[in-house]
């Protein structure tokens, strides 16, 4: 392990020429005079509301929902959790961030002491390599956006001149480890060059500065090249950690901006392709779902930065909730490199608010790089008047201490919105060393479809485990923005067991309700109905769940189950969202025969759905190339739907085989 903060030379060893300062004092008043220098504090608000920095002031600290106070003078080094996590947070400084805005909002030398004492406490006993690279790229963020409010602007009186030549070599020495020990890839090391970038923006009479400028410049050039897939998608593929380093790439920009550095036109492309993903996959209530690792945050302020930057009106539309700018042209979008397809009824407007829209998030993607990736292929999150009524339930934790590994569990495929084979997850995933890791090849996979048309989506997935001989293929179809019709089709060669699951939101505890209204599987759950036609072959029953808006944090949730066993199983599920009133809706069987010789003995289903005085009729083909007939209308396409009057006149009709394959 290294040593600690080696001795702070003299002001002119540190600092370039040619600025010279014989005392700590002069060097003091000189950085507090500065105005040439312009950048902003960036504050994680969840880590510095006023009851973590009421007990910081205590020396009580709160992360991850579990608060431990501790002594004055503590041990650095020691982690009074079990959670890793908990110390990381500890060495990352947000809070230190907190002080000087409190400091800055009530002038209380308290926050300034503080930060004065803890920072200095650091200094004094942690070596450069306690901790992994990116803890060090966010503290050191974190130490320089505070003092972005405790020297920076509105100075503090009384802050010693001393610590100040301490921050700033502890500052200088930090960057120029982190250089030589930068993560190699993703997501830690975009924060870890964007902490370089600004040390050097911030601070360029450093000694080094110029030079970590030049390096960073072309890291991230590099960086954002390679972490980025053709359609902007972060490679992790994780919507919490896509807009954490999209946030990081914004910082960056705007302190290009604000200090007149050119940046390569590369990375402004790649910045706006990761905002146009952004753009769509938050959902109409404003938060992300949290596919893969991460929680589900709001990041709406980060397309208001896109806007301020580029000046597109559709990222300041929906970073206003359609207040303000103007609605995408597309109503849907697919991003085909991650496998993300979103579709939704409309971005507001007159028929309906924008808070009200139904959405739709499908993942048939791979796993991503990293180990961020969930066991979730073919899962979806759904949401409609306001908020998602199928959730995908998070990641909770990455502690895998305890009788209970959470980890494990809420990465699997049991908590997630898709079919599991088997009691096994779609990879492997067991024990090695002291956790599990994913340990067998991920499933092939494939979009085969995803088509966009006024009053009809499609969108059909396959998937193809390593771990049995089954084929799982989903299609959706989102019919007149108002539902959603899903269907699971598996094959295999033997009989395997197959369990469905939609995970419910938390408001649905103890207020979901399961009947069979004749012969239908129907669940009751608010503002949400989930519906099967008749069978004597599936089983439907409600198990415990849990949903994690946040790392550390899990509330109960019911889950709804489809389970039944056999090679050939198709579940055609209904889910119908609804605003007040509970619609009138029934889902039942409709004869479907092979049109000619060619689909003789193979297999297609069609099903009616009426509610609200229509009928929608849809003929599923299961046998690609095959010609089937529903009723008087014979096709060989993947599906067939049409809406009927109560008098039984055709409203409108889609087939596939008339719809352009080309993106949704």
């Known amino acids: 392990m290294s040593a600690v903060l080696r001795k702070t030379p003299e002001p002119k060893v540190l600092l370039e020429a040619p600025y010279s300062f014989g005392r700590p004092a002069d060097l003091l008043a000189y950085f507090k005079g500065r105005e040439h220098i312009r950048y902003f504090p960036v504050l ?83 070596p450069l390599d306690f901790m992994p690279s990116d803890v060090a790229g966010r503290r050191i963020q974190n130490w320089i956006f505070a003092y972005h409010y405790f020297v920076h ?40 060059l964007y902490a370089v970038f600004l040390a050097a923006v911030v601070f360029p009479e450093l000694k080094g500065a110029s030079e970590w400028l030049d390096f960073a410049r072309h890291e991230l050039q590099e960086n954002i090249r390679s972490d980025l897939l053709e359609d902007g998608v972060h490679c992790e593929l994780s919507t919490d950690y896509h807009h954490i380093v999209l946030r990081n790439f914004l910082g960056i920009r705007r302190l290009t901006q604000l200090n007149g550095i050119n940046l390569p036109e590369a990375m402004d492309a790649g910045i706006r392709k990761a905002l146009e993903f952004s753009l769509y996959v938050h959902k109409p209530d404003g938060f992300i779902p949290s596919i893969s690792d991460g929680d589900t945050a709001c990041f709406l302020d980060l397309l208001k930065q896109g806007h301020e930057l580029y000046q597109d009106p559709r990222m300041l539309y929906v970073a206003t909730s359609g207040q303000q700018g103007t609605a995408p042209a597309e109503r849907s979008m697919s991003f085909p490199a991650s496998g993300y397809s979103i579709v939704r009824s409309s971005w507001g407007g007159e028929s309906e608010a924008y808070a009200d829209a139904r959405y739709l998030f499908f993942d048939c993607g791979p796993l991503g790089a990293g180990n961020h990736g969930h066991l979730d292929l073919l899962n979806i999150e759904m949401a409609a008047y306001g908020r998602s009524l199928v959730v995908d339930p998070g990641r909770y934790t990455y502690d895998e201490s305890g009788p209970v590994n959470w980890r494990v569990l809420f990465r699997g495929t049991s908590y997630h919105n898709t079919v599991e084979v088997d009691g096994r997850n779609q990879t492997r995933y067991a024990p ?113 769940g849990f949903f994690s808006p946040t790392y550390g944090i899990k509330q109960p949730a019911p889950v709804v189950r489809f389970s039944a066993r056999g ?37 297609a289903t069609a099903l009616s759905v009426t509610h609200g005085g229509v009928r929608d009729e849809f003929l599923l083909s299961h046998t690609p190339g095959s010609r089937f007939r529903l009723a008087d209308v014979a096709t060989d396409s993947p599906f067939l739907y049409q809406r009927k009057d109560p008098n039984g006149v055709i409203l409108h009709r889609h087939d596939a085989a008339r719809c352009s394959s080309e993106g949704v």
């Open 432 to 544: 090695h060393t002291r956790k599990f890791k994913i340990q067998g090849p991920e499933p092939e996979r494939k979009l085969r479809a995803a088509l966009s048309r006024p009053g009809l989506d499609y969108l059909h997935g396959i998937a193809a485990s390593h771990e049995y001989p089954v084929i799982h293929e989903r299609k959706i179809l989102f019919v007149g923005g108002e539902y959603w019709l899903i269907c699971d089709l598996l094959r295999a060669d033997e009989p395997h067991d197959y369990v469905l699951r939609y995970h419910l939101d938390p408001l649905a505890e103890s207020h979901a309700s399961l009947s069979r209204p004749d012969g239908c599987l129907r669940v009751d759950s608010p503002n949400l109905v989930i519906l099967q036609p008749p069978s004597e072959d599936i089983a439907l029953d409600l198990e415990a």
């Open 153 to 192: 602007s509105n100075a503090a009186p009384g802050l010693d001149p001393d610590f100040h030549l301490d921050f700033l070599n502890s500052i200088q020495q930090q960057v120029a480890y982190l250089c030589e020990h930068l993560t190699p890839a993703r997501n830690h090391r975009t924060l870890e």
């Open 567 to 603: 090679d050939r199983v198709c579940f055609h599920t209904l889910l119908f969202p609804y605003k007040e009133s509970c619609p009138d809706i029934s889902i039942g069987w409709l004869p479907v025969a092979a049109a000619d010789a060619s689909a003789a003995g193979q297999w």
């Open 44 to 126: 994680d608000e969840e880590q510095v509301t006023p009851d973590k920095l009421a007990g910081i002031l205590e020396n009580r600290f709160e992360f991850n929902n579990e608060a431990y106070s501790l002594p004055e003078g503590f041990d650095w080094l020691a982690n009074p959790s079990t959670d890793e996590e908990w110390q990381i947070l500890l060495h990352k400084f947000y809070y230190a961030v907190g002080l000087g805005r409190a400091f800055q909002q009530t002038r209380d030398p308290r926050y300034r002491d503080k930060w004065v004492e803890l920072t200095r406490g650091w200094m004094a006993t942690v």
